[in-house]
């Protein structure tokens, strides 16, 4: 069974300092990744998607990476600021039109 | 603008009672999903279409049902078999295949039972 795995649940940082969410996954035969953000009470927003045979994606602040062979990717956040501060989660897609999510990891920036 | 939009925002169920939620999308992607959320979990899928008048069951379909006679519309039904329905309802679609599949999801439909 495919799982999907984010550790920690909840992480608070000070405004300003770099900070990195990690995401785990079970099964390597992925087909991509993708980072979401969540803010309370709405929908996912999309940030990055890593397609199986990238190691990595950017977009302004954020870098995404993607190692298949341990099962992990990483979401990178420079200079974090408070309007950061929101659930992210990640979701794999593997080869029969499903993604799986993990739990998330709600940040705090504390201004 | 192109989105996904969901109606109600919020949802009152009473015992027994079916309710429908509405997702309503003009990207013109053909493969809608919906997905359960409670809080501190992940999203879980309930029932999923590629194409028109075609839907597979997800994890979670038992209590749901799904129609998708348009592209652009993709209700769902949560039946009085559904015994613990209060969560947050996430209506997705997507696009591109395989490795480039990208998914998009509209603002969410909060389900409470009264």
């Known amino acids: 069974k495919q799982e999907v795995t984010q550790i920690p649940a909840a992480l608070s940082v000070p405004e300003g300092e770099n900070l990195v969410l990690n995401c785990s996954f079970t099964d390597s035969a992925i087909y991509n990744l993708q980072w979401f953000r969540q803010d309370p009470g709405k929908g996912l927003t999309s940030l990055l998607l890593i397609q199986s045979s990238q190691r990595e994606q950017t977009s302004g602040r954020l870098n995404a990476s993607l190692d298949k062979s341990s099962g992990r990717s990483t979401l990178y956040i420079a200079a974090s600021q408070p309007g950061d501060s929101a659930t992210y989660l990640c979701?794999?897609?593997?080869?029969?039109?499903?993604?799986?999510f993990g739990s998330g990891t709600k940040l705090n920036v504390k201004p | 603008d192109g989105g996904i939009t969901q109606s109600p925002k919020y949802l009152f169920r009473k015992e027994g009672q079916n309710v429908t939620l509405s997702c309503e999308q003009n990207?013109?992607?053909?493969?809608m999903y919906w997905y359960r959320q409670d809080p501190g979990q992940g999203l879980r899928l309930i029932y999923y279409s590629q194409i028109v008048n075609d839907f597979q069951k997800g994890d979670i379909a038992e209590g749901y049902s799904v129609s998708r006679e348009k592209k652009e519309s993709f209700p769902l039904t949560v039946t009085s078999a559904q015994k613990n329905p209060t969560a947050f309802y996430l209506c997705?679609?997507?696009?591109?295949?395989?490795?480039?599949?990208?998914?998009?999801f509209g603002s969410g439909t909060q389900l409470s039972v009264l």
């Open positions: 997705a679609s997507s696009i591109g295949s395989h490795r480039t599949e990208k998914l998009f």
């Open positions: 979701a794999v897609r593997y080869n029969f039109n499903k993604f799986y």
């Open positions: 990207l013109n992607h053909d493969a």
